[in-house]
């Protein structure tokens, strides 16, 4: 089947850490172009970090520029699994995280109209 799972989400406290994954099930993963979104409480959905099919030129959103790293590791056989290693947490980080993938291309998005799959979204939550 299909999808995308992400996992890693939790509560953390300011200056903390977090790493997000997401399982990217289907071998069409492995020449996608992939990112992750985070929507806060009454806010729109928001572009995280974005990265092209083999991980390279990895694309950072001001707010976390220099805090997140972005990954993507393929395997021809069974999907990709991306990663957004989040250090120096804020409050304002708070928010649902949502992995995407854009099946059709393998160049970095920034935006969420190119994408096709999205995950069912993560919690984190920062503490002050």
């Known amino acids: 089947q299909v999808q995308l799972v992400e996992s890693g989400g939790g509560l953390v406290q300011t200056g903390g850490s977090l790493r997000l994954s997401c399982v990217a099930s289907g071998r069409i993963f492995v020449t996608s172009a992939m990112g992750w979104f985070r929507q806060a409480p009454g806010k729109e959905r928001e572009f995280v970090a974005g990265?092209?099919?083999?991980?390279?030129?990895?694309?950072?959103?001001n707010p976390v520029k220099g805090r997140f790293t972005i990954s993507k590791d393929n395997d021809e056989n069974t999907g990709s699994t991306l990663y957004l290693q989040m250090s120096s947490l804020k409050p304002e980080d708070t928010a649902v995280y949502y992995c995407?993938?854009?099946?059709?291309?393998?160049?970095?998005?920034?935006?969420?109209?190119?994408?096709?799959?999205w995950g069912q979204g993560t919690q984190v939550t920062v503490s002050s």
């Open positions: 995407a993938a854009d099946v059709d291309s393998s160049v970095v998005f920034t935006t969420a109209a190119p994408c096709d799959y």
């Open positions: 990265i092209s099919w083999n991980g390279d030129n990895p694309y950072y959103a």
